[in-house]
């Protein structure tokens, strides 16, 4: 049987998705304003870590001795093939889990001290199935530490992430401009202790950004 010839758009996509759109990513996560939020957040890890969407490892730098194990979650790989290269000798070690984030994981309930999320939720298709997985292998008194970019509260640039993200998703794999971080995380079962939210310098409608600590809510 002739082996039938995939549509020229669709191929170009894939190419784009799998080879591009992971370096583009890398390149967006390096930029001045974002370095700052993970050198703030990032050092408050503890213990054994579970990184979602751990991508190239811009993460791996800022943690601290405090740190000894870190599980990585992402379902790229050639991301984590950067983040490979990333990594440093010494602790702490990192296992990459080449998964999605709403895929079970393979740990054990309580079993990680931190659970660390930087611009990750926006692009998970069903974040809270995602986050309650999350919370299941959380130890009761360990500590979720999230980072992301999400909806605005001025109607006129929510109105805009409204518009623009069915496009955005396309060109970024999945990511969606208008999610509500704050009401994803409490919704999982988690209580915010701290939280900052505030632009980033950019567009708008790309740059709102949540900031924070939550842990399981008992």
């Not at 509500?180 to 708008?204: C, H, M, N, W």
């Amino acid at each position: 049987m002739p082996r039938r010839k995939q549509p020229g758009g669709c191929l170009a996509m894939a190419v784009y998705a799998k080879y591009v759109l992971p370096r583009l990513i890398d390149l967006a996560m390096r930029n001045q304003d974002v370095t700052r939020l993970r050198a703030a957040w990032i050092p408050h890890a503890r213990g054994k870590v579970l990184e979602v969407g751990i991508g190239s490892g811009l993460n791996l730098p800022y943690y601290s001795r405090a740190v000894q194990y870190v599980y990585g979650v992402d379902p790229s790989t050639e991301l984590q093939q950067i983040a490979r290269r990333r990594m440093m000798s010494g602790p702490p070690t990192v296992e990459f889990l080449p998964q999605s984030a709403e895929d079970p994981l393979p740990l054990a309930n309580s079993s990680v001290d931190t659970v660390v999320l930087t611009w990750t939720l926006c692009s998970i298709p069903n974040a809270p199935w995602a986050l309650e997985e999350m919370k299941r292998v959380l130890r009761a008194e360990g500590r979720l530490i999230f980072i992301e970019h999400g909806r605005a509260p001025d109607a006129g640039v929510g109105t805009w992430q409204d518009r623009l993200t069915p496009l955005w998703k396309r060109i970024t794999g999945g990511c969606h401009l208008n999610r509500k971080i704050d009401e994803l995380v409490t919704a999982a079962g988690f209580q915010i202790t701290e939280l900052t939210k505030s632009y980033l310098p950019g567009p708008r409608p790309m740059t709102y950004t949540y900031q924070g600590f939550a842990r399981p809510r008992s």
